[in-house]
């Protein structure tokens, strides 16, 4: 038998209410809070997940964001070249009418107001702006892309954008791949940051050459757009029929262009969007994570309160025995 | 007949001073590290008369207090266990609420929202508003790593105030022990030994092993002496060596940190003794401040010269948001009416890893103009954002220690690491607590006043009492018998 004196029951008494009060206070703290975790010692694995988790999803968040700034880009640029394919296409047809010999001086020249008119739209589609910025001048988009006279003014610079982590899609087409030319049209995704990662002395040589040939090199006689059509009205003009002929093919060819740029921009489209609704699942699939790694189960934590609460109240009962009496109480 | 007269008296006297010594354990029931009393009785020298041995009654031979010093020891033991992952895991619950990112904003996520705000901006690289917002994020993670620094930094002063009363109260309490010391020494050179001075001794003692491991031993003359586990003796008998706490400069400090405390003996301060302190609250303090602290500053150091270091390097290479001339050949102007047009650091750059968060703000030339954050490669071509989009990839890339690591992943193994501590000193401590309970219930049980059995102690010892002064009644009676003969 062991001895049991004042001290050590109460002792006794206090460390197992302490122990049983602290455990109903942890669960009171995870009732309210709806918390499993409210502190990073609670479950340091679990805390690092979920940090990380976070930041993932608020990365995702700009990712979406990026994305939908890219298709209001895409959606104006692909708006434009429709408007300016639907413009060939005018432009065509009135070549192929007045190529016979149908037409007289005069009809050609009351024509060519036409195609003075159709000059000005595509020059108009040229300067469009989203916001502030030009959409067709390379990385110069606070420069009017295009003068008066069809003169490109911008660069060959094309913007990327992050849509996914990683994933960079080009989000600009510029000025001289539409209007100009299409020798350098390649789809293939460049990483924007290839460049940046070479050393310095050779960037700055790059660059140089980059911006003096974008100066040098003028513009292959009617390879543009704009000479294109100022060709045919000064064709209708002269009442030139056979240089109207030939305008024909270099009019297919322009066409041509702007479809596979088209189609170019389509594409870029599909692919942000595809990227968006799957960083969209994936935000889904983090929050569910999250939510497992931090949040109480409710019933499990309601059902451990009560457990907890009766402990409590056993634990009361049976001190009531052991600290309200002695022997004291028995002696006369 | 007058033996029996004094063997009464003896009966009475015993009971008496047993009822005395069952009154003053009642009495000191609750005094804290009173332990309970016991008289020793015996009997008294036995006289020979006529040939046959007679008892004489029964005498106090000492009243002494039960103890047990292995019990003592272990107690101490457990104490100083206890206090020490007690402080600890205060001290780290406190550190762990600098990085409890849970539900606020952390750096975790300021820094998050800094390389957000650079793909924001690279989504519209001439938009000068973004880049104000760029500049306000960059602001956030300067403040936020100034506050965990901060943060630290206090901690780390609280422990050196912490440590510093703690110094004085061991000092008062050797003190103290050092007078019980001699007047132990006095009364018991006469008497038996006086158990309530050692009671209060051995309390001393345990207040003592709160702060660090002690060891008490008896040396060969007779002298009380205790001693700190690691640093050597405090007092012997009436001497004592006082303890002193005084601030280091930052070559000699114990955690690298201007200003912070450190104890030595007293009058010795080229010995410092912080770190050889063990269990209790002193060594724990210690190992906090001079170890996870100043582990986890340095963590935040290096993701803060990282951060800036990486930055810095790329933002550099771009040009300023605005016209910049170009030459003939091309070549670009390096600087205009504003100041430089390229190799614009975006944070002030850092000199050394050391102090880089707590030193960390924005450049000059950020400060002062928007336009003097880059975003394009090239100079004059406000729609590029190359340099934007690289400046945000550094999330993304391993740049910390020998690139083993994001900056991301870095912070979050400092992070997970504070929390592994913080919990397993939680655990130690519940676990050493339980010890300590056990151990004071052990003592207890030992030494402890039961009412009950002093309330049966009482009663038996009344009983003895009425029995001894009946005995005397008896040979009055016995006596008036006597003298009664002659009538």
């Known amino acids: ?332 | 007949m007058s033996d029996l007269l004094n063997i009464g008296r003896t009966g009475l006297n015993a009971s008496k001073k047993s009822l005395e010594t069952t009154g003053h354990n009642i009495s000191n029931v609750n005094t804290e590290g009173y332990s309970r009393q016991r008289v020793n009785q015996t009997t008294n020298i036995p006289i020979t008369k006529g040939g046959t041995v007679h008892g004489t009654g029964t005498r106090i031979k000492s009243v002494t207090r039960i103890n047990d010093d292995f019990v003592n020891k272990r107690l101490e033991k457990s104490i100083s266990n206890s206090k020490f992952f007690e402080q600890r895991m205060e001290r780290m619950s406190q550190v762990e609420d600098i990085f409890n990112d849970l539900d606020t904003d952390g750096l975790n996520q300021v820094i998050n929202r800094f390389f957000n705000s650079f793909r924001e901006l690279a989504n519209q690289p001439e938009n000068e508003t973004i880049r104000s917002v760029v500049r306000d994020q960059a602001n956030l993670v300067v403040q936020d790593f100034q506050r965990i620094q901060g943060s630290l930094n206090s901690i780390s002063a609280g422990i050196d105030g912490n440590m510093e009363s703690e110094v004085t109260d061991i000092n008062q309490t050797l003190e103290h022990i050092a007078s019980l010391n001699a007047k132990i020494r006095s009364l018991e050179a006469v008497n038996e030994e006086v158990g309530d001075l050692r009671d209060q001794r051995d309390l001393a003692v345990r207040n003592l092993s709160k702060s660090f491991k002690v060891h008490t031993y008896q040396d060969n003359k007779g002298q009380f002496v205790v001693a700190a586990r690691g640093v050597g003796t405090l007092v012997t008998a009436t001497q004592v060596q006082r303890l002193q706490i005084g601030t280091s400069n930052k070559e000699n400090s114990t955690n690298g940190l201007p200003g912070s405390a450190d104890i030595f003996f007293e009058g010795k301060p080229a010995h410092i003794l912080t770190k050889k302190f063990q269990g209790g609250s002193l060594a724990s303090l210690a190992k906090v401040r001079n170890e996870e602290i100043v582990d986890i500053k340095n963590k935040i150091d290096s993701i803060a010269y990282n951060l800036t270091k990486s930055v810095n390097a790329i933002h550099r290479r771009g040009y300023v948001n605005r016209q910049v001339e170009v030459g003939e050949q091309g070549n670009v102007s390096d600087v205009d009416s504003k100041g430089m047009t390229t190799g614009i650091n975006f944070f002030k750059e850092p000199i050394g890893p050391k102090d880089s968060a707590l030193n960390m703000s924005l450049s000059t030339a950020v400060k002062e103009d928007l336009s003097n954050i880059v975003t394009a490669l090239g100079p004059n071509s406000p729609g590029d954002n190359r340099i934007s989009l690289a400046i945000s990839k550094i999330q993304h890339e391993r740049i910390v220690g020998e690139d083993e690591s994001t900056l991301e992943e870095f912070y979050l193994q400092a992070v997970g690491k504070i929390g592994l501590e913080s919990g397993k000193a939680r655990l130690d401590s519940e676990q050493a607590d339980g010890l300590k309970a056990q151990a004071v219930s052990i003592r207890e049980r030992l030494v402890g006043v039961s009412i009950d059995e002093e309330a049966a102690n009482m009663v038996k010892f009344q009983h003895a009492y009425d029995a001894s002064a009946k005995i005397m009644q008896t040979a009055d009676e016995m006596f008036k018998t006597v003298i009664g003969i002659k009538r």
């Open chain 1, 1 to 332: 038998m062991s001895r049991v004196s004042e001290n050590s029951s109460s002792a006794a008494l206090n460390f197992s209410l302490g122990k049983a009060k602290s455990k109903l206070e942890d669960l009171q703290m995870k009732g309210s809070t709806l918390k499993d975790i409210s502190r990073p010692s609670d479950n340091p694995i679990s805390n690092v997940e979920a940090l990380s988790i976070t930041s993932n999803m608020s990365d995702n968040k700009q990712y979406q964001r990026n994305a939908d700034y890219a298709l209001l880009h895409l959606n104006v640029t692909e708006k434009s070249l429709e408007q300016l394919t639907d413009l060939l296409v005018k432009a065509k047809e009135i070549a192929i009418s007045q190529s016979s010999d149908f037409y007289n001086a005069d009809v050609r020249k009351n024509i060519a107001n036409e195609v003075n008119q159709l000059r000005n739209l595509a020059l108009s589609i040229a300067n469009k702006r989203v916001g502030q910025k030009h959409i067709f001048s390379g990385y110069s988009t606070l420069t009017k892309p295009f003068d008066v006279d069809g003169n490109y003014k911008g660069d060959k610079g094309h913007t990327t954008v992050e849509v996914a982590k990683d994933f960079f899609l080009p989000l600009n087409l510029n000025g001289h791949e539409i209007f100009y030319s299409s020798d350098d049209t390649s789809d293939k995704n460049i990483h924007p940051l290839e460049k940046l990662k070479k050393s310095v002395n050779e960037q700055t040589e790059e660059n140089k050459r980059e911006l003096a040939s974008s100066e040098g090199e003028r513009l292959h006689k009617r390879d543009n757009i704009f000479a294109q059509l100022e060709s045919l009205s000064v064709a209708l003009e002269t009442n030139d029929a056979g240089l109207i002929q030939s305008l024909l093919e270099e009019f297919d060819e322009s066409i041509s262009r702007l479809i596979t740029l088209r189609t170019r921009v389509g594409s870029i489209t599909s692919s942000v969007m595809n990227s968006k609704s799957r960083l969209e699942s994936e935000n889904i699939e983090g929050a569910t994570r999250k939510s497992k790694l931090v949040d109480a189960d409710i019933a499990e934590v309601f059902s451990d309160i009560t457990k907890h609460q009766n402990v409590l109240k056993t634990t009361y009962k049976s001190s009531q025995g052991l600290m309200n009496q002695n022997l004291m109480d028995f002696l006369r």
